[in-house]
């Protein structure tokens, strides 16, 4: 499985920035999926999850800031971050039931 994570970027503070996964894996619309981000010198961290039916959960940290969706027509994650803050800079990794990992694509949050 491949997972091609996109849409990073540096962001003002406040700013907003949609993260992207695409695969072309068969088995999307049936995983559940994942979005963690790795700040430097932290431990990685589960920012949000969807299962296969749509059920989202949130770290607390981006509750009501972040939203988790997917397109299983597009086989595709995405992670909309707005107000962002630079508490939110980090690499964001998407995987996919906890076992496969995309690439990681950097968000940068800094005026």
């Known amino acids: 499985v491949q997972l091609q994570a996109s849409g990073g970027g540096l962001v003002q503070p406040g700013g907003s920035l949609r993260l992207s996964c695409a695969t072309s894996a068969a088995i999307f619309s049936r995983a559940d999926m994942y979005w963690y981000r790795r700040a430097p010198g932290q431990e990685r961290e589960l920012v949000a999850s969807i299962s296969s039916g749509g059920r989202t959960n949130y770290a607390d940290s981006v509750k009501g800031r972040f939203t988790i969706s997917r397109d299983n027509t597009r086989k595709t994650l995405y992670l909309q971050m707005n107000s962002l803050n630079p508490d939110d800079t980090a690499v964001y990794y998407c995987?996919?039931?906890?076992?496969?990992w995309g690439q990681g694509t950097q968000v940068t949050v800094s005026s």
């Open positions: 995987n996919m039931w906890q076992s496969y």
